[in-house]
């Protein structure tokens, strides 16, 4: 007997229900990746960026003042008696420009730091120089490596890594879901082994970002990915469907916006300024910067974040071990009980027949 028109209307209205109560997730994305995206990078403009003014003279004290007043917050400006204690700024990242007055100004600043604040920095100043009549010379400190010119390709390859690593979350935590969680657990560290290596590649060999401090790069790579592996393995538990967009949700829309990959904080809403001083993206992208160009300056702190992220991740899992753990014995409590039932039920019926006979 064939089904009837009610049967069909009603599996096809069963099935749009279905479609549509997933199709929530993909439009939350959007939402979030247009409030993160937009909110972190459609209108960058300074505020308290640190820049120096070279000279200890009447005439740098009352530049600095000007440019203090002018800026109306946009600049912190400060000035030092020379210019080895400019470049020495420059490169322990305590300012992002250094303006030398004079017949030929010059305007110092490290790319290598961050080329959008650069490039902020240097707008100023060529308006500075220009109202004196004199063209600006700018001195690059601390240049990028030859094959990342923008500085940028520390944050393209926090993307691939952030990729690999939240993507491979949903495939361990489906695919894998009938696995115990250590097993688990082992493939995600496994897997960031593997995505921290190919990370490296892209950064050395494949595409030259970096021209030296390939190892530590690496292990701020692996460091990086099995924190999100883990988060993710352990949410998994708790979230099920939910999980790719939780992970979306720490490891790319608050990740990227705050990793200062583009735009450093002093560019970027308060908001992701503040996430920048404690989120992994951002201890990944500066931690790098510091061990390639800056000499390990800052770096232990760096390091501290990532490996407090990967220490939330060991948590993370630990706490959805025990939550496992907890259902599996309340699954066997409830099966020993159905059975428990059925046996008094099958006894009571042979009870029954027996004395029926």
Known sequence: MSAGPSSASGSTAGALRHVLSHLITPLLMCVGMGLAYLGAFHAPAPHDLRVDVVGSGARAQVL?????????????????????????????????????????????????????????????????????????????????????????????????????????????????????????????????????????????????????????????????????LL?????????KRWTTLGVMLLFVMLNFTSSGGIFRPELQPGFFGALHSFWNGAGFVEGVRSHVYFGGHALGGHLLVLSLWFVAGLVVVAVAGSAEARRRHEAAEKARETAAVRTTAVAEEEMEEAVGV
């Open 64 to 228: 600095a003042q000007t440019l203090q007043d002018k800026g109306d917050g946009a600049l912190s400006v400060r000035t030092v008696a020379n210019r080895d204690a400019a470049a020495d700024h420059l490169r322990t990242q305590q300012s992002y420009g250094a303006y030398v007055p004079g017949s030929k100004p010059e305007l110092m600043v490290a790319t290598a730091s961050s080329d959008t604040s650069a490039t902020v920095v240097q707008k100023v100043f060529t308006e500075v120089a220009a109202d004196q009549g004199s063209p600006l010379r700018v001195t690059d400190v601390e240049p990028t490596a030859a094959g990342d010119p923008t500085g940028q390709g520390i944050f393209f390859l926090l993307v691939a890594v952030s990729i690999g690593s939240y993507a491979s979350v949903a495939v361990i935590g489906g695919a894998g879901a009938v696995l115990a969680l250590r097993i688990r657990a082992g493939l995600a560290l496994g897997t960031s082994l593997v995505v921290s290596a190919i990370g490296a590649a892209f950064a050395g060999p494949v595409f030259g970002l970096v021209d030296h401090g390939l190892g530590g790069l690496w292990a701020m790579a692996w460091l990086y990915s099995a924190g999100i």
């Open 231 to 239: 988060i993710g393995v352990g949410l998994h538990t708790f979230l």
